[in-house]
């Protein structure tokens, strides 16, 4: 008999872009991925991008809007390190990391419970038909907005070697912003073309407010004391924000 092929995947969120659920639903509904964790990485403190606040802050308002969730944490691996990581460089130490405990727990734990970068997937939890994890297929890809996808397009500001890695070897999910066309950003790629098939459009977000949102209109929201911030921000992380005194000048 045929059996289907799933590919299991984690999501990464490099930086500080919010992640959204909407893209899990989007993924589980094309029947080729089932989403079994996300990993949000807050960027280091040397990334140098203005109105970027220290990432002790940035660390604990993440943690708070996921607090609630059984499928996303965050970790400081990234912030930890003497200093700036590549968006690739994060994306092989989640791998090698996953590599290790899928190993460990193949390998050492007869019933096949596995931890996959201290995610607890007991055997075929919530992976629909039942298989054993040496036959499942386990990826990492980028979650990341129509923007991103746009930078690889400006010259000299990724290494050819590191599109490579990212979009050859992982893959990316991708969420249109402001109307995007990402058809078009990708045609003006070669690396983009190339891995076109790696590369997966969350096609059904155009309406939802996650898909117009950034980290930076967030935080021009918070300075002008918008209302429509709590669309996008959890109460704890607003809260956080007020009680800490962040955003609250020009500078961010």
Known sequence: THKQQYNHQIQ???????????????????????????IISPVHDSYGKPGLVSSRHRLTMCQLAVQSSDWI???????????WQTTCSVLEHHRDLMKVWTFLSVTKHPHYIISVAHFSLHENAN??????YEEIELRILLLCGSDLLES???????????????????????????????????NHSSIL????????????????????????????????????????????????????????????
């Open 152 to 186: 690889f397009c400006i010259p000299g500001l990724w290494k050819d070697s590191d599109m490579e890695v990212i979009v050859g070897d992982f893959g990316i999910v991708v969420v249109p912003r402001d109307g995007a066309d990402t058809e078009r950003i990708m």
């Open 127 to 132: 992976l629909g038909t039942a298989m054993r």
């Open 12 to 38: 990464m969120c490099d930086g500080s872009f919010n992640i959204s659920k909407k893209a899990r639903e989007y993924l589980h509904k094309t029947g080729r991925f089932i989403v079994i964790g996300g």
């Open 73 to 83: 944490r965050v970790d400081p691996w990234e912030c930890y390190q003497d200093t």
């Open 193 to 252: 073309r190339k891995y076109k098939d790696n590369i997966v459009v969350v096609k059904d977000v155009m309406n939802h407010p996650l898909a117009i949102v950034s980290s930076t209109k967030s935080r021009l929201a918070l300075q002008h004391g918008d209302g429509h911030v709590v669309d996008y921000l959890s109460q704890p992380v607003i809260d956080y924000i007020l009680q800490s005194q962040l955003y609250i000048n020009a500078s961010g």
